[in-house]
């Protein structure tokens, strides 16, 4: 599966490309400390808090193109809400991704 699919967001977003690139920088803005909060809510066992950000992640995925982690997110999102983080890593690797590609593509 491509991991970014910028046709996929300019038909989330009517075809702006406008709308694309401020997209990913809102993402960028919103969840650049992600892997952070995610951390303490691990630390804390704060299973439904996490679920909730990764429900807020995935959503907004498709805006920015991120299809594998859109997917990874609804494996996680039911995980979670069983306290199982097996697929955590995962998701935070490829929200790593999608940050540095919202860096490359609004320079």
Do not use: W
């Not at 892997?35 to 959503?59: C, P, T, W």
Request: hydrophobic residues 40%.
């Amino acid at each position: 599966m491509q991991e970014f699919d910028k046709n996929l967001a300019l038909e989330m977003l009517a075809g702006s490309e406008r709308l694309y690139k401020r997209s990913l920088q809102l993402y960028f803005e919103e969840y650049h400390d992600l892997k952070a909060k995610i951390e303490k809510h691990l630390a804390l066992q704060e299973y439904q808090a996490m679920r909730d950000l990764v429900h807020k992640v995935r959503g907004y995925a498709l805006y920015t193109g991120a299809k594998l982690l859109h997917k990874i997110a609804g494996i996680l999102e039911p995980e979670l809400l069983k306290g199982n983080v097996k697929n955590l890593n995962h998701f935070l690797r490829l929200h790593e991704r999608l940050l540095a590609y919202c860096q490359v593509e609004n320079v």
